[in-house]
């Protein structure tokens, strides 16, 4: 497989290489990605790192490193190697999507939006980019945004609770309570042990006045999650 990698600082204007990956290199990739699933890391990084051998720059190897260096709590590496594979291969969305992610979790949410834009625009049915889109849109305050982009997941996969759970959180926001109502029921219909989803539902309740249903969704948390903070703190409220 061949990707054009551009060089212009180094050969002039509009001056591309060809990244050629050698046979050999893909399958080591495709094993680093299984030790890593594994939490072989150590392996995993051998596996990878074997890969690089026959191509320095094969992204799938590189960012599959990254994602090894960042479940060891080195962002700094992992970020490194993220930038790597997008400068080998432009179209790399999961790449862009994780350095996103490193961008939101350090609390630059502003930083996250543009990769995780940059990410969609590459492959449009990404939906970690699309889901960590919208999150970036909470943290910015901006919920028309976070609103369509949970609509637009649902339009890629409507079977994902967390997108209707999203949009019952943005409306409670909005104090539209019955219409959160709505959208929290149907992320339990399609997780029933979704606890973020049966809190915001009870929350819902509470606050049109619904203590019975309000209750059976507190109690509906603490069945998925014994113990859980909240809900046990709504439950002892509504009981007294």
């Known amino acids: ?38 939490n072989d890391l150590d392996q995993a990084e051998v596996a990878c ?80 980019a699309r889901t960590n889109l919208a999150l970036a849109f909470l943290r910015l305050k901006d919920l028309d945004s976070a609103e369509k982009a949970y609509r637009h997941l649902i339009v890629s996969n409507p079977a994902l609770s967390e997108a209707y759970q999203g949009i019952g959180a943005i409306m409670l926001l909005r104090d539209r309570c019955e219409d959160a109502v709505g959208w929290f029921a149907k992320a339990v219909a399609l997780e029933p042990n979704y606890v973020a989803a049966w809190k915001g539902l009870g929350s819902a309740y509470a606050t049109l006045g619904r203590r019975d249903e309000a209750k059976d969704a507190f109690d509906s948390c603490l069945i998925a999650k014994p113990g859980e903070p909240e809900c046990t703190r709504a439950m002892r409220l509504l009981t007294q």
């Open 49 to 128: 790192d074997h890969a690089l051998e026959y191509q320095p720059k094969f992204w799938d190897a590189l960012h599959a490193k990254g994602l090894i260096h960042l479940k060891r709590g080195d962002v700094a590496g992992a970020k490194e190697l993220f930038i790597q594979a997008l400068r080998a291969n432009q179209d790399m969305a999961v790449s862009q999507n994780m350095l996103g992610y490193i961008a939101l979790e350090q609390g630059d949410a502003s930083t996250a939006r543009g990769h995780f834009l940059a990410a969609l625009r590459i492959d449009p049915e990404l939906l970690a």
């Open 1 to 38: 497989m061949r990707v054009m990698a551009c060089l212009g600082v180094v050969l002039g204007a509009g001056a591309c290489l060809p990244i050629v990956v050698p046979p050999p290199a893909r399958p080591l990739s495709d094993e680093c990605v299984r030790l890593y699933l594994e």
